[in-house]
């Protein structure tokens, strides 16, 4: 069998059944005009290719010690996140926008650009967010406004501090890959302030 690995759109026209035979064996490069343009591969290495997100994240990462407590508390409110999916606009559910502000608080990420481009790209975030391989990430505004509606609601910045504080600052001297983001947490806080004041 001839061996091809990096072949022009002339010769694929030309030898397409024997470089479609030679990618069963070793995946083929196409060049187009001189620069990459795709790739022939298998089936089998297609599908290697599509593995599980969870299959590159090490079993003893914190983040994946610590998803079960998370968990946990958020499958303790139930009855908040029902009643936040059915906030008007909103379309990202409830759980996974706190998963989401729990990765910003967390990894001290700057900004919702950087957030966003970070679901796109970090298998860990991904991951953690319930994101696959091959799913695509929400538009930045949507991801912006659905944000700004669960930051909106003082319950739902309480159960984030209840999880920062029941699962995480416990643990936080001995895992040093998280840096937490205090400052934030207490600016989401302050704009409930009013709320807690006058419900005392």
């Known amino acids: 069998m001839e061996r091809y690995s990096k072949v022009g759109m002339q010769e694929l026209d030309q030898r397409l059944s024997k470089i479609v035979e030679a990618a069963r064996k070793k995946p083929v490069s196409v060049y187009r005009y001189g620069a990459p ?3 022939i591969v298998s089936q089998d290495d297609w599908q290697g290719a599509l593995k599980e997100v ?3 994240i090490p079993a003893g990462h914190s983040l994946v010690l610590l998803r079960p407590q998370i968990d946990e508390v958020l499958d303790q409110h139930r009855d908040l996140l ?3 999916s059915a906030e008007p606009g909103m379309l990202i559910a409830p759980r996974t926008v706190l998963q989401i502000l729990l990765l910003q608080l967390l990894y001290s990420v700057p900004s919702e650009q950087q957030l966003h481009e970070q679901l796109n790209y970090n298998l860990l975030f991904r991951w953690f967010v319930g994101l696959d391989l ?4 929400w ?5 912006q ?3 700004a509606t ?3 609601n003082p319950r739902a910045v309480q159960l984030i501090q209840k999880i920062i504080g029941e699962v995480f600052c416990g643990a936080l001297l001995h895992m040093p890959e998280f840096s937490l983001n ?3 947490m207490h600016t989401w806080l302050a704009r409930h302030a009013h709320t807690s004041t006058s419900s005392n």
């Open 54 to 56: 969870s299959s590159y």
């Open 139 to 143: 538009g930045i505004h949507v991801l």
């Open 82 to 84: 029902q009643a936040l």
């Open 182 to 184: 205090f400052a934030l």
């Open 150 to 152: 669960l930051l909106g």
């Open 134 to 137: 091959t799913q695509r990430v």
């Open 37 to 39: 343009w795709g790739w």
């Open 145 to 147: 406004r659905d944000i």
